[in-house]
Antibody, heavy 124, light 107 residues
Framework: EVQLLESGGGLVQPGGSLRLSCAAS????????MSWVRQAPGKGLEWVSA????????YYADSVKGRFTISRDNSKNTLYLQMDSLRAEDTAIYYC?????????????????WGQGTLVTVSS | DIQMTQSPSSLSASVGDRVTITCRAS??????LHWYQHISGKAPKLLIS???SLQSGVPSRFSGSGSGTDFTLTISSLEPEDFATYYC?????????FGQGTKVEVK
């Protein structure tokens, strides 16, 4: 069964930075697009960012564009999210999610496996 | 961005009840509509993709229907493990967007 394990969350001050990691196993990591999805306290799910299987294409929600950077290391089966210039409204549980297929494909733009999430709290 | 609106936002039901959750898109999304189950503290789970395709391992009491702008998730007979929050998500255009969620609670 697919395993996704996030790490790197924690408490950070506004304006600070944090790097999340997601270790993947039990599937051919480099063959699938991956995403980060977050859930703010008491709120619903919000897609944050996606990256193609090769890492050559990246996609961002307007709310994080220019502040967050998604990347992957296919040799280590690991997905990353570098979060800079953090704001209070970035406080959320961040989930790593495997996509069914290419992000560019409407029919495959869903999330078929998820991790349990890592909590990011932005507060002074 | 395409807005997804679920109704109701919450409902109370008993084991054995039939439960129906609706999801409406702000514009047509063909059949690119997916349903997830989320139990707090656990990983969200994809139940149904492309409006009606049941994911492997998902019980047959879950079913989906609809196309265009209006979609439905039905649980034919609620089991104790089904008390959770359910989200719809459109994959028709980027960014992918979710409904606000429907919390199914014990009556």
């Amino acid at each position: 069964e697919v395993q996704l394990l996030e790490s790197g969350g924690g408490l950070v001050q506004p304006g600070g930075s944090l790097r999340l990691s997601c270790a993947a196993s039990e599937f051919t990591f480099g063959s699938y697009a991956m995403s980060w999805v977050r859930q703010a306290p008491g709120k619903g799910l919000e897609w944050v960012s996606a990256i193609s299987g090769s890492g050559g294409s990246t996609y961002y929600a307007d709310s994080v564009k220019g502040r967050f950077t998604i990347s992957r290391d296919n040799s280590k089966n690991t997905l990353y999210l570098q979060m800079d210039s953090l704001r209070a409204e970035d406080t959320a549980i961040y989930y790593c999610a495997k996509m069914s297929g290419p992000y560019s494909s409407s029919s495959k733009r869903n999330f078929d496996w998820w991790g349990q999430g890592t909590l990011v709290t932005v507060s002074s | 961005d395409i807005q997804m609106t679920q109704s109701p936002s919450s409902l109370s039901a008993s084991v054995g009840d039939r439960v129906t959750i609706t999801c409406r898109a702000s514009q047509t999304i063909s059949s690119y509509l997916h349903w997830y189950q989320h139990i707090s503290g656990k990983a969200p789970k994809l139940l149904i993709s492309a409006a009606f395709s049941l994911q492997s391992g998902v019980p047959s009491r879950f079913s989906g229907s609809g196309s265009g702008t209006d979609f439905t998730l039905t649980i034919s007979s609620l089991e104790p493990e089904d008390f959770a929050t359910y989200y719809c998500q459109q994959g028709y255009s980027t960014p992918p967007t979710f409904g606000q969620g429907t919390k199914v609670e014990v009556k």
